[in-house]
């Protein structure tokens, strides 16, 4: 029966391409720019556009040196390589300074940069919400003693977007909903700054939809795990899966056979029709017999041939040992036997008298297979084990099976479609893996959706606060490109807002972009200006966790470290020493 058509796809399974090597700029101020997602890095000159697009990943042998390591693009397939692949973060944060060193290298020599022993251009480097000071101090350990940049500005992806979208406001405010591949940033942002008081992270992203989506195919076809990959599953998730306004009606409508045979995708895994489309003709079969009864034939004379040889050698060596009883060495013969494993002169006889005639006959069969030129099925002699186990060793070109098979290939294919086995139907799917979003607990996460954690933030805030943020919601990141995500959004905002209250959702135009973009167009405004960069001597003074706060960055903070003991305190007692220990230093 013919493959029907309709709501078949296949993977593209798209390979990666090396980068380019590009030329630095030329004309304006010169600024690097560096989105450094867990996902994917995104790199390029401010002004220009992000040049290089690459995942944040790294392979390389165990043990090797780092001229043998592969990074991003570099990496034609990741399924291959896919236990040796490494990311120098956790969740969002990056915490492996050597494997960010790696990146860096690679983003740097790729962006062209030529500076001997460091680069000497000023680098914006995105970092996450509420950045512990630990990484930020490792990430400028990096860039200031490695590369010794000249000066370095940090600020939030999740904000850049926002202000890149939102340029004819200021000071812009608004609930800044920023989704990647670990996690999900809410970021309420008041007349131009981050209250970074009230940011809340949801540990659900671009991730854990994969995976759960690999989780459940495996569980459905459990005929195809091989085949159900990670990078297969990203093309899913990018290409059919939607959110839907409300997610228990779009269940319902779902369990309708003509909604499901409408809206069903049906993934179109590879495979192989040889078995049942190679319909091999006669005279081809004939032909293939008869090769392979040649093929027998040859190894099963060179058989004979090499075992006539041995059974040669071994009579020479027998005849020499009699020999030497006719002669009179009665010593050595003795020694002889019992390195033959032998007890008599009598045994010794009987086997050259055994080991003579099975020499003559193998001589006659190897005479005989010269001599006959027409090829015919070898039968081995009654006793000779190797040659059959010679036989049976050698890869049947063809056999009976396969022409049993072959007989029954038209009524196979007439019964059994070997593409409609191999496909894979997405139903409930599509909605089912971006619905963890809103509620985690379909993928067994105790945590709140989506929804909820932006309730209970504007809860914190006054009445008018609350309405001055829900009238600029702003979805950005990659795990916001399902279709009908913005619908959804307002759908859950009518619900948890005030009856006759507005509010106002908006997309980001790059989702993905959006953060390099921004960075970039804030590079380019406050190059020649102080706020916001530190400088090389600021970073010596302060020390790597020091930041300067701009508009997009987050909060500034210290390291608070606990105060010493004054030494002019008088002596404790053992009872006043114990709670010293037990709750800290005690002051004067």
Known sequence: APIPVS????FRDVRAVPDPVHSPVSEGPAVLVLDNGSFQLRAGWAGVGPALQLRSVVTRSRGGPRSLSRVGNDIPSLEPLRWLLRTPFDRNVPVNLELQEL????VFQKLGVTTEGC??????????????????????????ECYRVPKVSFGIDGLYSFYDNNKDLSPASGLVVSSGYHCTHILPVLRGRLDAKNC???????????????RLLQLKYP???????????????HDHCYVPEDYMDELRKWRCPNYYEENVHKMQLPFSAKLLTNVIPSEEKQERRQQQLKRLQELNTRRREEKLQQDQERLERLLYVQELLEDGQVEQFHKALVELNMDSAEELQSYIHKLGIAIEQGRQRVLGDALDSKPQTPEPPGGEQDEMEGISELEPAYNEDQMETEKAAPAVQNMFNMAEYHQMYLGTERIRVPEILFQPSLMGEDQAGLAETMQYILDRYPHEVQQELVQNVFLTGGNVMYPGIKGRMEKELLQMRPFGSSFQVSLASRPVLGAWHGASGWALQNVDCEEGWVSRKEYEEMGGEYLKEHKASNCSTAI?????????????????????????PVQP
């Open 103 to 106: 990146l860096c290298d690679h």
């Open 560 to 584: 608070q470290l606990p105060k010493p003991a004054s030494r002019s305190a008088p002596p404790l007692n053992q009872e006043t020493e114990s709670n010293a220990l037990a709750t800290g």
């Open 200 to 214: 809340k992270r949801i540990n659900i992203g671009g991730y854990h939809s994969v995976t759960y989506l690999q």
């Open 223 to 237: 005929g195809h795990l091989s085949a159900i990959t990670l990078s297969r599953m990203e093309e899913i998730l």
């Open 119 to 144: 680069v000497d251009y000023p680098i914006v480097f995105t970092e996450a919400p509420c950045t512990p000071l630990h990484v930020r101090q490792m990430v400028s350990e990096l860039l200031f």
């Open 7 to 10: 709501n078949v796809y296949t």
